[in-house]
């Protein structure tokens, strides 16, 4: 008896699982397929506004795009967030933001300076605030030996540049 009710039992508990694993392997395919392609529209469409032309110093000098998002509760406004890395010795050159930047330094340490301000260092887990329009004399890692990087959260008009190079 109990072996022709563990025979019905799992047959008809085992249906609804299979289909379950099938689903969820479907939409796993589906996310891999989707996500690449997602990952590459979010980067054409952000990285333009957050760097044009070269502003490095480094050949491991990079911006990642990490997410951009309009505000609802503020129309108009759009918040984008990168990651700025700097190789040993690496720098972004004189430059403005049409927003307002926050950046939080994550890694190493970061030379900042906006023009009326002196230069300041900022160490892991230390943040600093640009106004809008205001420019950033000095953007560069402190160290010439080991790498630093920089999250840095804007809020500025939808469609704006996010960085102007001064020449």
Excluded at 99 to 110: L, M, Y
Aim: with cysteine.
């Amino acid at each position: 008896m109990s072996a022709t009710f563990d025979k019905s039992f799992g047959r008809t508990d085992a249906r609804p699982f299979h289909l379950a694993v099938i689903a969820g392997l479907a939409c796993a395919l589906l996310i891999a397929k989707a996500l690449p392609q997602t990952v590459d529209v979010l980067s054409a469409l952000v990285e333009p506004l957050c760097m044009a032309g070269n502003s490095a110093g480094s050949a491991q000098d990079t911006v990642e795009p990490i997410a951009s998002h309009a505000l609802p509760n503020v129309p108009g406004k759009r918040v984008t967030i990168v990651r700025v890395s700097y190789g040993p010795g690496g720098f972004t050159r004189a430059h403005r933001h049409a927003g307002s930047v926050t950046a939080h330094v994550t890694k190493g340490e970061i030379r900042s300076q906006l023009a009326g301000g002196p230069v300041e260092t900022f160490k892991v887990g230390q943040s600093f605030f640009e106004p809008p329009g205001a420019t950033h004399l000095v953007s560069a890692n402190a160290s010439t030996t080991e790498p630093a990087e920089l999250i840095a959260v804007f809020v500025a008009d939808e469609g704006a540049q996010l960085t102007t190079f001064i020449d």
